[in-house]
T-cell receptor, first 114, second 110 residues
């Protein structure tokens, strides 16, 4: 079936550094999402993105977070600067449109902030 | 988030069945999805329900009662490989945002 890819699978960085998480969504999908899952806890919505704009974001999407998809390349989540509480697995998802129920998820990027 | 609740763990026996329950806040409800997630892997979509009743998809069936804010995922003829976490996610009518429960870890024993 359609697959969402995420690069890298793991990332370890020092607190205060910048990190960029990359997502390659399903090719014909138009809506993109980031979710955050802290170990042992539920997956939580961060942000969704359509037509070059953030459509909805949660309170977890701090000012240090930004998303973009320049020229149809990777859909990225940038955190600058990082904090210890940003350590989590970040899942990217995509869907055909906002009326389509199925979101396809990537395998996640495990981010560890030291 | 948004009051989506699931039991943490569930155990069952190979060849029998398992029912994974999910309750949610009914305000603004616009559909509910079930995902399977194995450790270290992406959640995999199983089913989406928006109307009351039982939706039979073979190995997986899903039930919804909107007035009670309740859904379940029913797995029949369990196999060892069905051991995984099952996530309930409620969709509210704002750009297809999913609010997940904490997931139920199903263990299928021989």
């Amino acid at each position: 079936g359609p697959k969402v890819l995420q690069i890298p699978s793991h990332q370890i960085i020092d607190m205060g550094q910048m990190v960029t998480l990359n997502c390659d969504p399903v090719s014909n999908h138009l809506y993109f999402y980031w979710y955050k899952q802290i170990l042992g806890q539920q997956m939580e919505f961060l942000v969704n993105f359509y037509n070059g704009k953030v459509m909805e974001k949660s309170k977890l999407f701090k000012d240090q977070f930004s998303v973009e998809r320049p020229d149809g390349s990777y859909f990225t989540l940038k955190i600058q600067p990082t904090a210890l509480e940003d350590s989590a697995v970040y899942f990217c998802a995509s869907s055909l449109d906002d009326n389509y129920a199925e979101q396809f998820f990537g395998p996640g990027t495990r981010l560890t902030v030291l | 988030g948004q009051g989506v609740e699931q039991p943490d763990n569930l155990m069952s026996v190979e060849g029998t069945f398992a029912r994974v329950n999910c309750t949610y806040s009914t305000s603004g409800f616009n559909g509910l999805s079930w995902y399977q997630q194995r450790e270290g892997h992406a959640p995999v979509f199983l089913s989406y329900v928006v109307l009351d009743g039982l939706k039979d998809s073979g190995h997986f069936s899903t039930f919804l009662s909107r007035s009670n804010g309740y859904s379940y995922l029913l797995l029949t003829e369990l196999q060892i490989k069905d051991s995984a976490s099952y996530l309930c996610a409620v969709r509210w009518p704002n750009y297809n945002v999913l609010y997940f429960g904490s997931g139920t870890k199903l263990t299928v024993e021989p």
